[in-house]
């Protein structure tokens, strides 16, 4: 099977303590959300980490608030879902 590369969808399946140890309660609730759910592989760092990206909208009686993260983490917290198509 080929590796996980920029452009394909996968599914965060886990996410490291390290990556949310020192966030508020809210943030790491928030970003917990995220495990289960899809996303585009927008890059990969020099350690091997893959960037994914995932926003969230926020209603109330004022408007709405768009707020959303990015983080990279080890392809064994991925799934891979889609693959690009190759032009």
């Known amino acids: 099977m080929k590796a996980i590369q920029v452009g394909d969808t996968a599914q965060l399946l886990e996410l490291p303590d390290w990556l949310i140890h020192d966030l508020l309660e809210d943030e790491q609730a928030e970003t917990r959300s995220f495990v289960g759910q899809c996303a585009v ?46 032009k």
Do not use: M, Q
């Not at 927008?42 to 004022?62: H, L, P, R």
């Open 41 to 86: 592989i927008e890059g990969i760092n020099a350690y091997g980490y893959f960037w994914i990206s995932f926003g969230i909208t926020e209603e109330d009686g004022d408007g709405a608030r768009y707020g959303g993260h990015s983080f990279g983490v080890p392809g064994t917290c991925l799934r891979l879902t889609d693959r690009k198509e190759e």
